[in-house]
């Protein structure tokens, strides 16, 4: 017997040879393909307190007044994430860049998309506003902008000395102990009460490619990973993750820094400055991801990775049967507020979705059985 066998790591069936009762995810014609992530959309109401956390995570400041802020990171992007002052703190929405051909006329008439003022865009350029299904805004851009990226040290792995091969020789490893410079932003993921539906408007609107789609016993999808449509230029296993639940809200966003060192070095200076830990460091089994999870002061999730998978767009969809297990490959077990607390609120939102004919009790039987297993059930 092999060591996957012996460990029972979930299997991952590409789309031709899933088994016959998975649901698969039928990709809808895309009115546009998505060439980038952007920015993020925060409304915050202690704008300080939020650049101090995004600082400290590694994002630079490009501008701040007492109604806005701006952040970059290391490349070549105008901004990654844009919070402006609110009474209430909350996610907004994301950004994403379109080709310069995209007809926003038909996103005007059909999704009911509004045009935006070129100045609301840091970096300049055009497009449009719009809400997907569950009332998340989207800003759909082109023509946008580019800065000078920022220098950033060689990563540290090219003179890694591992097992039979030496490549740093009559020379040390001093990683310097400051916060964790972001190069980009990775992905970012919605939960959502209403998956099919959502799913396919995200297809629609963005080109995206799923990538892996894990399913419950009953085959019917709970998470799929999104990535774009680049065609052969390789895209990240994933930019938009879409998870099925019982609310629709934000979970986490990922942002990508330059190494190991750099993840274990920024934790470093997110626990000394006082933040809250959330999990890691550890390695995702779907992307392979090695991460940190970190949360700001009003609770939202944001994720430090390095090393993922990328794909061109002739690869496979893979479906993946759902274990609470089947998050991480290594590190500290995943924290239980990861998944539902079992509450009256749940139980009301359950109901309610039952009403509304979108949830039966056979699929929350289903969901429940599925995260009451245990952790880590092939050790």
Wanted: aromatic fraction near 10%.
């Amino acid at each position: 017997m092999n060591h996957t066998q012996e460990l029972n790591v979930p299997p991952e069936y590409p789309e031709s040879a899933a088994p016959a009762h998975v649901k698969k995810l039928v990709r809808p014609k895309a009115w546009q393909k998505a060439t980038q992530l952007a920015f993020l959309r925060f409304e915050k109401k202690d704008l300080a307190e939020a650049e101090r956390f995004w600082n400290d995570f590694g994002l630079v400041t490009v501008s701040r007044t007492a109604e806005q802020l701006v952040l970059r990171g290391a490349g070549t992007a105008p901004a990654i994430l844009v919070a402006t002052k609110a009474e209430t703190s909350r996610f907004v929405g994301s950004v994403f860049v379109v080709p310069a051909d995209t007809d926003f006329a038909r996103l005007e008439r059909e999704s009911n998309a509004k045009p935006l003022s070129p100045e609301r865009i840091p970096g300049g350029g055009r497009g449009v506003t719009l809400n997907d299904p569950d009332g998340t805004e989207l800003w759909l851009i082109t023509d946008w902008g580019s800065v000078p990226a920022l220098p950033t040290r060689p990563p540290i792995h090219r003179e890694m000395n591992v097992l039979g091969e030496i490549q740093r020789v009559n020379r040390t490893v001093r990683s310097p102990i400051e916060p964790a410079l972001v190069g980009r932003l990775g992905h970012v993921v919605y939960q959502t009460s209403n998956f099919e539906v959502m799913s396919e408007w995200y297809m629609r609107h963005l080109g995206l490619i799923p990538t892996d789609v894990q399913y419950l016993e009953d085959g019917s999808p709970l998470v799929t990973f999104f990535r774009l449509d680049l065609g052969d230029q390789p895209a990240d296993h994933h930019t938009f993750v879409m998870a099925s639940a019982l609310q629709p809200r934000y979970e986490h966003s990922a942002w990508e820094v330059i190494d190991l060192d750099a993840l274990g070095q920024g934790q470093q200076v997110m626990h000394a400055r006082g933040h809250k830990h959330f999990w890691g460091i550890g390695r995702h089994l779907l992307g392979s991801q090695l991460f940190d999870y970190w949360k700001d002061a009003d609770g939202f999730d944001f994720e430090h990775y390095t090393d993922g998978d990328v794909f061109t767009a002739d690869h496979e969809t893979r479906y993946v049967p759902f274990s609470t297990g089947s998050i991480w490959a290594w590190g500290d077990d995943a924290p239980k507020a990861i998944f539902p607390a079992k509450s009256l609120g749940l139980v009301w939102r359950a109901l309610k979705l039952i009403r509304q004919g979108r949830l039966s009790l056979a699929k929350l039987r289903i969901i429940g059985k599925t995260l009451d297993t245990p952790a880590r059930p092939w050790l």
